[in-house]
């Protein structure tokens, strides 16, 4: 194995699988929502961002539904 080797030449590329890992998405989000994930995300020393990505992914995990019940017009 060389001491030293030349990298100079080396032409960089994308990592291909990079797109797939995670897809950047808007959303709207309540001020106070954001604001309890950023406090869990600080306690836990990881980014907000994760944090919720965590928890939604652990969702996904364990089959989680909201049941959302709409009243009734009348």
Same mark, same amino acid.
């Given at each position: 194995?060389? %001491? /030293?080797?030349?990298?100079?030449?080396? =032409?960089? @590329?994308?990592?291909?699988?990079?797109? =797939? !890992?995670?897809?950047? *998405?808007?959303? @709207? !989000?309540? /001020?106070? *929502? *954001? /604001?309890?994930? =950023?406090?869990?995300?600080? /306690? %836990?020393?990881?980014?907000?961002?994760?944090?919720?990505?965590?928890?939604? @992914?652990?969702? !996904?995990?364990?089959? @989680? =539904? !909201?049941?959302?019940?709409?009243?009734?017009?009348?």
């Amino acid at each position: 194995m060389k %001491a /030293e080797y030349d990298l100079s030449k080396l =032409k960089a @590329r994308k990592n291909p699988y990079a797109s =797939k !890992l995670k897809k950047p *998405v808007t959303m @709207r !989000l309540s /001020e106070d *929502v *954001v /604001e309890y994930f =950023k406090g869990m995300a600080e /306690e %836990a020393g990881i980014p907000y961002q994760s944090l919720i990505n965590l928890y939604l @992914r652990d969702c !996904l995990a364990n089959h @989680r =539904k !909201l049941q959302i019940k709409w009243p009734h017009a009348v």
